[in-house]
């Protein structure tokens, strides 16, 4: 089975620019969630999708977006960029084992984002 | 509200030997899950193991386990025999409403753990 793939896995973009960063889960994982890892800030979670549906979002300005797909996939958008959202940007799709509380999750290797 | 804290910033341990990784959390939510996570440093984020508020069992994974005290609001990553490849950054996080809740999940900082030969 094919792990958590991120597209591109690394980025160099300038102040104002948008990105989109992609996110494809493990077959049959209908959860994605993504995550911010800066030194400053740590590790921040941005947003979780569900079969299509944003569930929550983190505590960050509306320049951070993100949508998933009817097969799973996501994407996050940052649109004018700033040079503090230079970061790793994590991606993780969920498994909840049915019958228990049981959850797994898997990562992708990230995207890291370098803005100047 | 929530609160996640991780006191030890590093810690060293002789290979082989068992370590204890201290998490405390806070929350006023009843169901929540608590999660552990390794960053070896490659940067790679890596999941071990979960535990749910309403577990009645700690919860195990393989050489990790979860020391899960409810009233004293800690939930601890036990490694057994200890080995050099678990040398690597330590996370412990919390999502109130249990695992698959549509709540975000907060972080700790994190504990660095290295392991002498």
């Known amino acids: 089975k094919a792990g958590v793939t991120q597209t591109p896995r690394y980025l160099i973009k300038t102040r104002g620019q948008q990105v989109t960063l992609s996110c494809s889960p493990i077959?049959?994982?209908?959860?994605v969630s993504w995550y911010q890892q800066t030194p400053g800030q740590g590790l921040q979670f941005l947003f979780e999708?569900?079969?299509?549906?944003?569930?929550n979002k983190g505590n960050f300005p509306g320049r951070f977006s993100g949508r998933q797909f009817s097969n799973s996939r996501s994407e996050m958008n940052v649109s004018t960029l700033e040079l503090g959202d230079s970061a790793l940007y994590l991606c993780?799709?969920?498994?909840?084992?049915?019958?228990?509380?049981?959850?797994?999750?898997?990562f992708g290797p990230g995207t890291r984002l370098t803005v100047l | 509200a929530q609160k996640i804290t991780q006191t030890q910033p590093g810690m060293f341990v002789q290979e082989k030997e068992a370590v204890t990784l201290d998490c405390t959390y806070d929350?006023?939510?009843?169901?929540?899950?608590l999660f552990w996570y390794k960053q070896p440093s490659s940067g790679e984020m890596i999941f071990l193991i979960y535990q749910g508020s309403y577990d009645q069992q700690n919860a195990t994974e393989g050489r990790y386990s979860l020391n899960f005290q409810k009233a004293r609001k800690s939930a601890n990553l036990v490694i057994s025999a200890s080995q050099l490849g678990d040398s690597a950054m330590y996370f412990c996080a919390m999502r109130e409403g249990g695992g698959s809740s549509a709540s975000k999940i907060i972080f700790g900082s994190g504990t660095r753990l290295s392991i002498r030969p």
């Open positions: 077959s049959g994982h209908r959860s």
């Open positions: 993780a799709s969920s498994s909840l084992h049915s019958g228990t509380s049981k959850v797994t999750q898997y």
């Open positions: 929350t006023s939510d009843p169901s929540y899950g």
């Open positions: 999708y569900f079969s299509e549906t944003q569930r």
